[in-house]
Every structure is written in structure tokens, then in C-alpha cells.
């Protein structure tokens, strides 16, 4: 007998999609908008993410799995070197890459940098130019033209994180690039963010909202109790935000308290929606110098650890 294909049940394809580009260009955004969820802070801050933050999301024909990393930029301080080779390590271990530009400003040395860094990547790379909904269409031709010196790119994507516009097709793509593979995760798994990770973040997002200068990269927030024994009727949240000088502390805590209030007041917004329960968020802040520099301090933080060394100036973050 001539076997017969079975073509009700199409193989599935599965794989790990890496999300990499500068700082700021919103990978954290896209990530957030293709899953349908809020896993990842966002600001108009540069250096939000600092640690990698998978999101699953799930289709009829499979899966994807993405893997949101920190902004790559010139690192000065341990704790940035942690982040951008988080960010670089992707580079080897992913099916797809997906690299982000910030298509409403003009490339820049920092973009052919991160380019640069494809010269080895065996995985196809897709160029997605983000923030269309800020820019003339017609603005993306030159910018297609440069980039498409510095890498022979699968395809080029315009797409808006914001708004969602052209991210459908995005996903397409992607599936398409993918192996043929059974899904990765259970159907109902969204992120690897534990609980308590996301409220330290959400503090931290509030933090960035609320302050300026160099303040939000001196910031780090861990929770020291998260207590769910009320949970039906009030989740208990205990968190510290650490600064690096004494000088930062008054600044985080506003005059009168104002400035700490109005933090505890929108992160308790955003986790009651969350945890769909009544929170009760308490704050403080310690200063914990260096805490950048230190490596106990960043293993406490979660940051994951690296081999290698920061660059010398302190000039900048
Ligand atoms: N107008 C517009 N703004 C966007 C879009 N995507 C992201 N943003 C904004 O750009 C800023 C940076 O977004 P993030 O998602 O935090 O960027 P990121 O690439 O994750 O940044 P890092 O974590 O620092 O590397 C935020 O203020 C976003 O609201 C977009 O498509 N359109
Ligand atoms: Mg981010």
C-alpha cells in the first residue's frame, strides 16, 4: 500500500528567539506586546532590563520562545558587563536573532557595533526597525541601505512595539524561521520571571519614572518579605530600594516623603492588577555603595555572573 501523508497534523515549529539592539531601542515593549503581558519594565530610560527575561508565546502551528536581553552598550561598571554579555551570549545559543533599531533616530556608531557582533551568529538574523509610528514611511529607505552594509539581514521589518503595527507579521516571520520542532514549554507557561523578581521590578519601573540624572542606574530593589498568607484578602510586599551614596537617599525619598509615596502608590497600582488582590507595599531605602561594583551585591540583586571585566573610565555607565 502507498502510505498516505499525513497533512491534518503538520509538524510543529519551536524555537528560542532572541530579542538584542541598544539600549532603549524597545525590546522590553515588543516582548510585553507579542506575549500579551507585562513581563518586562520599560522606560524611556536607557539600561532598563538588566538580566535576560524569557516570554513563551503560543500559536496553533508552535511556539516561540523569546528571550528579551539588556541593551548593549560600552559597560563601565560590573554590573553592566553582566548585562551586555547576557545580551552577547544569546548570539550562540538561539535559533533566531531579532535585532532591534530605533528607526526615529539616526543609526549610529552604536547600531554598526551591535551589527558587528552578527559577523559570527550562524541563526538567521531579522532586522526589525522599531517606532514606525514616530517617522515618515518613506524615512526607512536610507536607513534600510546602511543596514543592510553591515549585515546580510533575513529580512527587514518595520514594525511599532507601541502600537502593534506590523508585529503579526513579525511572528509570522519568525515561525517560519524556527525549527521544526515540538513546543518547548507547556501550553499554559508564560514567563521564567519568578513573583517576587516581577515586584522588585515593577518598584524599579516606578523608580525610573520617578527620578532623573543619574539616579536610575544607581538603583537596585529586592524584596526582603513577600508574605501571601492573607493572599484572599491582602498580599503583603516588603521591598528595599538601594542607592550607592547618602546623597541619593533624600532624593528617593522626596521632600516630606513625597517622592517614595508617590512610587509605593503607582507599584501598588500595577501588582494589585496583577495579583488581582489587595496589596500592602511597604518601602524603604538603604544605601549599599558600589553595590555596581560588588559582585555579592549584584549575585543578591540576580544578576547573573561573567568572566569578564568592565573597561576602565567611569565616565559614563
Ligand atoms: N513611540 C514609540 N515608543 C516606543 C516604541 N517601542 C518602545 N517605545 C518606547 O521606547 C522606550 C524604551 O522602550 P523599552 O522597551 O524599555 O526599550 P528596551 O530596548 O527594552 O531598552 P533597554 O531595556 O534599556 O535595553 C520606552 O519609553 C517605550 O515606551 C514604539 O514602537 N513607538
Ligand atoms: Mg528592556
Redesign the pocket.
Known amino acids: 500500500m502507498i502510505p498516505v501523508p499525513d497533512v491534518s497534523c503538520p509538524m510543529s515549529r519551536s524555537g528560542y528567539v532572541s530579542l538584542i539592539?541598544r539600549?532603549?531601542?524597545?525590546?522590553?515593549?515588543l516582548l510585553n506586546k507579542m506575549i500579551g503581558a507585562k513581563v518586562?519594565i520599560?522606560?524611556?530610560k536607557?539600561?532598563?532590563?538588566r538580566t535576560r527575561i524569557v516570554g513563551v508565546k503560543h500559536f496553533d502551528e508552535g511556539q516561540l520562545v523569546f528571550v528579551?536581553t539588556?541593551?548593549i552598550h560600552r559597560p563601565l561598571h560590573r554590573l553592566n558587563v553582566r548585562m551586555v554579555d547576557a545580551a552577547v551570549e544569546t548570539l550562540r545559543e538561539m535559533d533566531v536573532v531579532v535585532l532591534?533599531f530605533d528607526a526615529s533616530s539616526r543609526p549610529g556608531r552604536g547600531d554598526e557595533f551591535v551589527s558587528g557582533l552578527l559577523r559570527d551568529a550562524r541563526m538567521p538574523v531579522v532586522l526589525a526597525l522599531?517606532?514606525v509610528?514616530?517617522i515618515p514611511k518613506n524615512s526607512l529607505l536610507p536607513l534600510i541601505d546602511t543596514a543592510q552594509k553591515w549585515h546580510p539581514f533575513a529580512a527587514i521589518v518595520p514594525?511599532?512595539?507601541?502600537?502593534g503595527d506590523g508585529v503579526p507579521e513579525l511572528e509570522r516571520l519568525l515561525l517560519s524561521l524556527v525549527p521544526e520542532a515540538e513546543p518547548i514549554f507547556p501550553d499554559d507557561y508564560l514567563t521564567d520571571q519568578p513573583e517576587r523578581v516581577l515586584v522588585a521590578e515593577t518598584v524599579r519601573e516606578k523608580v525610573l519614572e520617578q527620578t532623573r540624572a543619574e539616579l536610575p542606574f544607581s538603583t537596585a530593589v529586592i524584596v526582603d518579605q513577600f508574605d501571601e498568607s492573607e493572599r484572599e484578602q491582602i498580599l503583603r510586599l516588603y521591598c528595599t530600594i538601594f542607592v550607592e551614596t547618602e546623597s541619593q537617599k533624600p532624593i528617593v525619598i522626596g521632600r516630606g516623603g513625597e517622592m517614595i509615596k508617590r512610587i509605593g502608590t503607582d507599584a501598588r497600582r500595577d501588582l494589585e492588577a496583577f495579583f488581582e488582590t489587595k496589596v500592602f507595599l511597604d518601602l524603604r531605602v538603604k544605601v549599599n555603595p558600589d553595590w555596581r561594583d560588588n559582585e555579592r551585591a549584584l549575585d543578591e540583586i540576580g544578576v547573573p555572573r561573567t568572566a569578564r571585566r568592565p573597561a576602565k573610565s567611569r565616565r559614563k555607565s
Do not use: E, H, R, Y
Request: net charge negative; no cysteine; charged share 15%.
Open positions: 539592539g539600549p532603549n531601542a524597545g525590546k522590553s515593549t518586562a520599560v522606560s524611556d536607557p539600561q532598563t532590563t528579551d539588556p541593551g532591534m522599531n517606532k509610528d514616530l514594525i511599532s512595539a507601541a502600537t
